[in-house]
């Protein structure tokens, strides 16, 4: 599993080397980038952390980094760091999803407790799409008729019910009962309808 971490995109060396020291203090690692094209570059989809993004760079701006890395479907956190003039484009991104922007000259505390919030914000966000990945994986070794016992059951109807409403016994609906709650690991009605409301 790669490390978590704060991707530094910023033009100016000496910014990026203070950035890292301080990350370092507060025991953040970090990677950084010259460029944004030297990020895209070597950008992959599963990297955990999030991305500390000067507005104005020579080159690619951090707006259209930004939009390069909405295409390609990211899903890390991305914090701009702006200069006064910059605010209208940094509000602008936050509309289309960036996770917030931090204007310059800051307090380094803050903009640590800002990268501290986005890691761990990318972190819940993974964890969700694992557990949501998890429940579609086990809901998908059902059979089509234990899924139409399992709609039966979240209504909340009794055995007898389903095996009138689908022409089988009580012992064929208690057996697919039993699936059912094998198949999704839970042990009640009550805890597959919490699961699957999770889900959605």
């Not at 991305?78 to 006064?84: A, E, L, P, Q, S």
């Not at 799409?129 to 809901?139: F, K, N, P």
């Not at 109807?157 to 690991?185: C, G, P, Q, W, Y």
């Amino acid at each position: 599993m790669t490390q978590a971490c704060a991707h530094i995109i910023d033009d100016d060396e000496a910014i990026r080397d203070a950035l890292q020291w301080l990350f370092k203090t507060r025991g953040v690692a970090t990677r950084l980038w010259p460029s944004a094209e030297a990020f895209l570059e070597a950008w992959q989809a599963d990297w955990p952390g999030c991305i500390v993004l000067d507005i104005r760079m020579d080159g690619m701006s951090g707006l259209e980094c930004f939009e390069a890395l909405l295409a390609r479907g990211n899903r890390l956190p991305v914090i701009f760091v702006t200069g006064h003039g910059d605010v209208p484009m940094a509000v602008a991104a936050l509309k289309k999803g960036a996770y917030h922007f931090i204007e310059k000259p800051f307090n380094d505390n803050d903009l640590v407790d800002l990268v501290e919030q986005a890691i761990a914000h990318d972190d819940e966000n993974r964890q969700a799409a694992a557990d949501r990945g998890t429940v579609e994986a086990r809901l998908a070794t059902l059979t089509a008729r234990e899924r139409e016992v399992m709609d039966l059951i979240l209504e909340g109807k009794f055995n007898k019910v389903i095996a009138d409403e689908l022409a089988i016994s009580m012992r064929t609906v208690e057996a697919h009962r039993s699936r059912v709650f094998d198949k999704m690991k839970v042990r009640s009605a009550v805890e597959l309808a919490q699961m699957l409301t999770a889900l959605r």
